[in-house]
T-cell receptor, first 112, second 111 residues
């Protein structure tokens, strides 16, 4: 199975809501990533879990909180988001080295 | 932060023609990768070229890398309408230990 799955596909939330995005892979990869992508822009790295160690892009606000329950699952918890957080959120996985990353289809998030 | 720039930003060609996209980057790298993204979807890995390689082929794709000029090009030969997508280069550097994407080229192949 060479697929990364993400749920939900679409999410609309208010600024006071709490929601979570989910990502799963069964390729035995030891690194998983969250990216944020605005329209007509490249993906920007938010978080990396590599061998269960978290690395954070320090520009990411604390209203985004990652969680890695096990090596196959990656969650992104959302709380008190702003309209400018509306974007496509992409999950990816890799062996943890310098090789290719496998991307999921993304979650289209709209914050009202 | 964005590592590189891609040129052109947008490219429109007829089916059957070749498409060439260029990528420039700023720091030393371990490898350079090319990805394709169909509108609003996830990215698909196309090809990876290591810093000690100069050229690589995969099907209708040809990638070159010039580390002295910090640049790469992606050539798609005999393009098809299904090649219509955004194409991103991405560099992996040991110091950053992360994949950093270029600005992207939007390719439109007209039938």
């Amino acid at each position: 199975d060479t697929e990364v799955t993400q749920t939900p596909k679409h999410l609309v939330m208010g600024m006071t809501n709490k929601k979570s995005l989910k990502c799963e892979q069964h390729m035995g990869h030891r690194a998983m990533y969250w990216y944020k992508q605005k329209a007509k822009k490249p993906p920007e790295l938010m978080f990396v879990y590599s061998y269960e160690k978290l690395s954070i892009n320090e520009s990411v606000p604390s209203r985004f909180s990652p969680e890695c329950p096990n090596s196959s699952l990656l969650n992104l918890h959302l709380h008190a988001l702003q309209p400018e957080d509306s974007a496509l959120y992409l999950c990816a996985s890799s062996t943890g080295g310098w090789d290719e990353q496998f991307f999921g289809p993304g979650t289209r998030l709209t914050v009202l | 932060s964005q590592q590189g720039e891609e040129d052109p930003q947008a490219l429109s060609i007829q089916e059957g023609e070749n498409a060439t996209m260029n990528c420039s980057y700023k720091t030393s790298i371990n490898n350079l990768q090319w990805y394709r993204q169909n509108s609003g979807r996830g990215l698909v890995h196309l090809i990876l070229i290591r810093s000690n390689e100069r050229e690589k082929h995969s099907g209708r794709l040809r990638v070159t890398l010039d580390t002295s000029k910090k640049s790469s090009s992606l050539l798609i030969t005999a393009s098809r309408a299904a090649d219509t997508a955004s194409y991103f280069c991405a560099t992996f550097s040991g110091s950053a230990r992360q994949l950093t994407f270029g600005s992207g080229t939007q390719l439109t192949v007209l039938p």
